[in-house]
């Protein structure tokens, strides 16, 4: 789904048309300056990204989603669509982000291919109750495991995920007992030399430390 290019810098962008149809997921795009009547209808909400991207989402879609959607949107009244467009929830999230979740909750993803960007959707998907994204943006640290073992172990030890910190640490325990080790090897090759990369620091040193204790 690719937003409108705005037409000043500080303009809202809106999706288009023809992707909402796409997707069948969003009930309306409209461009600001229309008037009411061409816009969203009352069960939408108008969802307004970091990067000012406004997302309008059927209403039901996000309480059937989330139980923190259900309860904001509670204390929420549906409204016409001027009135929505003032009254625009925003998100500290970028449009990229914002959009990847709201397609998980139709399934209608392509799973991105870097890890900071899991990392991204996971924080909001637990930030938001959404537990269809989290468990997509799980399914989507697996497919890193084999290439990417130590950026996984640090991800998974980072949101403590035991099975998958696990599955990366006995990936990277082969990888190193195959290509790593040697007995007149010098520190680069040792454990703690190969076992370390600069995202070590992002856990605690009882995580470092229960990795090499593992590989050993």
Known sequence: LTPLIPTTPSSIRLLTPDTVLRWNMFSTAIRVGLQ?????????????SSDNVLFYVSRDVLVDASPFFRDMLSLQQPS?????????????????ILQLLLQL?????????????????LDAARKYQLRDAREAAKNWLWSHINSSPLEVYIFACHYNLEEEAVAAAEVWKYRYTQKHRRADSGFPMSIEGASYIPQMDDISSGCYFRLLQYVR
């Open 36 to 48: 009411a009547s061409n816009g969203m209808t009352e069960d939408c909400v108008a969802l307004l």
């Open 80 to 96: 016409g669509s001027q009135e929505s467009l003032q009254n625009a929830i925003p998100f500290p999230e970028d449009s990229g």
């Open 105 to 121: 909750c139709f399934n209608l993803v392509e799973p991105p291919k870097d890890m900071s960007t899991i990392c991204r959707v």
